[in-house]
């Protein structure tokens, strides 16, 4: 069992549905992240929030919409998703932020997103 | 951003032999980190180590860490059926973020 708590674990949707993921930790981390991560393959950056403000996005499609609503809680919010944007979403946090000296991340065990 | 390599790509052997996986990063680093993923669950932090450091050690895991080649080490020893997982290095600069190389994946058999 990790400290990063993601729900719903399994998630499908068709390509109209608006669904949320949502994550949280009481680690009293400052800084979350959303990672995607396709199979085989490394997870790749898509969000980052440091202290509730966003800091860095990836050129995310805006088909994805990041929300912080207090320092514990991160979401994702998802519209109009495509087949493509099938994938394990993997939610971090970490003590500082990422331009801060590379605190290890704490990670979720994810979401895993079919797009039908 | 900077960006880990991993080699080998996959790596198989039997259980109670040592496991080795290197990491090569293109840019000056302030630590460089190792992670642990098994399949289908997030990943797990392994271990630390800082560009001024040369080795750190952690129960079962020696990580080297060359800064003058740009590259680490990763060495499980007396390896078990449970450390089969893929394994990531993640550089970290102080400019930004860091990602993840494409990872070693480990398996171990009993």
């Known amino acids: 069992d990790t400290e990063v708590t993601q729900t719903p674990k399994h998630l499908v949707m068709g390509m109209t549905n608006k669904k949320s993921l949502k994550c949280e930790q009481h680690?009293?981390?400052?800084?979350m992240y959303w990672y995607k991560q396709k199979a085989k393959k490394p997870p790749e950056l898509m969000f980052v929030?440091?202290?509730?403000?966003?800091?860095i996005n990836e050129s995310v499609p805006s088909r994805f919409s990041p929300e912080c609503p207090n320092s514990s809680l991160l979401n994702l919010h998802l519209h109009a998703l495509q087949p493509e944007d099938s994938a394990l979403y993997l939610c971090?946090?970490?003590?500082?932020?990422?331009?801060?000296?590379?605190?290890?991340?704490?990670f979720g065990n994810g979401t895993r997103l079919t797009v039908t | 951003s900077q960006q880990g390599e991993e080699d080998p790509q996959a790596l198989s052997i039997q259980e109670g032999e040592n496991a080795t996986m290197n990491c090569s990063y293109k840019?000056?680093?302030?630590?460089l980190q190792w992670y642990r993923q098994n399949s289908g669950r997030g990943l797990v932090h392994l271990i630390l180590?800082?560009?001024?450091?040369r080795e750190k050690h952690s129960g079962r895991l020696r990580v080297t860490l060359d800064t003058s080649k740009k590259s680490s080490s990763l060495l499980i020893t007396a390896s078990r059926a449970a450390d089969t997982a893929s394994y990531f290095c993640?550089?970290?600069?102080?400019?930004?973020?860091?990602?993840f190389g494409d990872g070693t994946t480990l398996t171990v058999k009993p």
């Open positions: 971090a946090s970490s003590q500082t932020g990422a331009r801060d000296r590379g605190s290890p991340l704490h």
């Open positions: 680690m009293g981390h400052r800084a």
């Open positions: 929030y440091s202290y509730e403000k966003l800091s």
């Open positions: 840019t000056s680093i302030n630590n």
């Open positions: 180590i800082r560009s001024n450091e």
């Open positions: 993640a550089p970290n600069t102080n400019a930004g973020k860091s990602t």
